[in-house]
């Protein structure tokens, strides 16, 4: 029988995270707790929320224009200049854009030809390898390193560069690992990126999220690869404000500019009340990303803390973002059987590892963007849980 749909739309596979959500709602428990979630549980700051109400009220309800609003890209070129230290055309490198997600996509549509590699991390975030895959671009996972807090080795990265490697993917502060690459890290891949002309896609929708002294680097700011880097980056995770949409794309103007065509293709421009909302998000007080910051620390340090009384569990503390990434391979369950197993009998719902690569079937992602009293209930009931399971 003929099949209706494209073979790009088939070569590719569901989100993990619902499917598993899938399962989760059609058992119904009531009191069921969902780290599913990389999404933050607090309220859009509330001078944020004016400033949409504003937009709405003064009329800002029509096209933008497909770059987004003069003022918002202004205001981003300026951030940049002062969180990277570099310089960004606010008319020509910078594209306001439907979230993070729109801005990964118009990189990769506007990189890469069928049939190109991207190096990707391994463990990838679903979206990142979805898209590629749907631009016809080859993700090309290169492992990162959990011993030492999942980074990506100089070695490994040389070693799947190939003719056809135009690109390399950073996800960091990382998702679904929470780990961050250091400068040194960052340093020795700027090498084998001018070394072998790639263009860099920095994915930092987490970059307002570290822990401890843990310091976030991008590495457009290294000397030198500001004119090969696209920085995408979102509203979403910092000032949480996932459901508004907006986060931009933002580079050489070279590099940058073409991508309006993939940006018009895709939505023609970000919503104009988000778009409104953004600039009083980053135009105004940031104590509440320092709150929110304070607030995820303390939920990190008690699913970490939990985690480590849990025999059988081995988890590398996560710094950053709000995921962590424990190993519960001991209990000689796939990473599938293992998360339904958790939902059945913790009512407490993960992601499975193998959702994020074949090769982390061993891992589930728990996220932490939850309450505190909801975070150390998972932890109490997961503990619980496992303690009535043998291990191999
Ligand atoms: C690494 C990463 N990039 C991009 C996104 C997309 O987020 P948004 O489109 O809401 O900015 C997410 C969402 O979870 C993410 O984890």
Request: charged share 25%.
């Amino acid at each position: 029988m003929r099949d209706l749909h494209s073979k790009r739309v088939r070569s590719v596979e569901r989100s993990p995270f619902y499917v598993i959500w899938d399962y989760a709602r059609e058992l119904g428990f009531t009191d069921t707790i969902y780290l599913n979630l990389g999404e933050p549980d607090f309220e859009t700051p509330e001078h944020i929320r004016k400033a949409a109400k504003e937009a709405i009220d003064g009329g800002y309800t029509h096209y933008t224009g497909d770059r987004g609003y003069n003022d918002l890209r202004s205001a981003i070129s300026e951030h940049l200049k002062d969180t990277r230290g570099i310089d960004v055309d606010p008319e020509d490198g910078v594209i306001v854009t439907s979230g993070g997600a729109e801005g990964n996509w118009c990189a990769f549509m506007g990189i890469l030809n069928p049939g190109d590699e991207i190096l990707v991390p391994s463990p990838f975030y679903p979206g990142h390898k979805i898209q590629i895959g749907l631009t016809g671009g080859i993700p090309i996972t290169v492992p990162l390193n959990e011993e030492e807090g999942f980074v990506w080795s100089k070695e490994d990265v040389e070693e799947k560069i190939t003719k056809k490697t135009k690109a390399m993917l950073i996800c960091s502060p990382n998702n679904p690992t929470g780990g961050v690459f250091t400068r040194k890290c960052l340093n020795e891949l700027s090498e084998i990126a001018t070394e072998h002309n790639l263009v860099v896609i920095s994915d930092e929708v987490y970059y307002a999220m570290t822990y401890g002294d843990t310091e976030f680097v991008s590495i457009s700011s290294i000397p030198g690869m500001a004119e090969r880097t696209l920085i995408t980056n979102s509203f979403s995770k910092t000032y949480a404000m996932t459901g508004w949409r907006v986060g931009y794309i933002a580079g050489n103007s070279e590099l940058v500019k073409d991508l309006l065509k993939v940006h018009y293709a895709s939505t023609i421009n970000a919503p104009s009340i988000a778009q409104k909302a953004a600039l009083a998000a980053l135009t105004g007080p940031q104590d509440c990303v320092g709150e929110m910051r304070k607030a995820y620390t303390e939920r990190r340090e008690r699913l970490i803390e939990g985690l480590k009384t849990m025999v059988g569990v081995k988890c590398t503390p996560p710094n950053g973002a709000f995921y962590a990434f424990p190993d519960i391979s001991e209990f000689g369950l796939n990473s599938w059987d293992f998360s339904k197993l958790l939902i059945r009998e913790a009512h407490v719902v993960t992601v499975p590892g193998g959702g994020f690569g074949p090769k982390w079937d061993g891992h589930i992602r728990i996220s932490y963007a939850n309450s505190i009293e909801n975070v150390e209930k998972a932890v109490e009931r997961i503990s619980t849980t496992l303690s009535g399971i043998h291990r191999k």
